[in-house]
């Protein structure tokens, strides 16, 4: 399974944007997918998870402002956020995760937050 994250790109605080992560395959068979986010100088963090039976969790910074969900029939996961603020300025990575030998990442889409 290859995954494929887009919907990125410059938006003012306070904005929303939608990224969706689009696999090459089934999803329903990891046990996590998730979103992480980078930012320039810093290591890679978590943003959110959602499993199979779609229980979900967040980083404290995004909760109540981003929401994390899963379209199985087209094996896409989406991260939608909103009230966006500068300090979420970063490269956001889908993830999905099976077990420590099928971990699989997507290439990063760019989020900038700026007026």
């Known amino acids: 399974v290859q995954l494929q994250a887009s919907g990125g790109g410059l938006v003012q605080p306070g904005g929303s944007l939608r990224l969706p992560c689009a696999a090459s395959?089934?999803?329903?068979?990891?046990?996590?997918l998730g979103w992480y986010r980078q930012a320039p100088g810093n290591q890679r963090d978590l943003v959110a998870t959602?499993?199979?039976?779609?229980?979900?969790s967040y980083t404290d910074s995004v909760k109540g402002r981003f929401t994390i969900s899963r379209d199985i029939a087209k094996n896409t996961v989406y991260l939608q956020m909103n009230s966006l603020k500068s300090e979420d300025t970063a490269v956001y990575y889908c993830?999905?995760?099976?077990?420590?030998?099928?971990?699989?990442w997507g290439q990063g889409t760019q989020v900038t937050v700026s007026s």
């Open positions: 395959g089934s999803i329903f068979s990891f046990n996590r």
């Open positions: 993830n999905a995760y099976r077990d420590a030998l099928y971990n699989i």
């Open positions: 959602i499993t199979p039976v779609g229980s979900t």
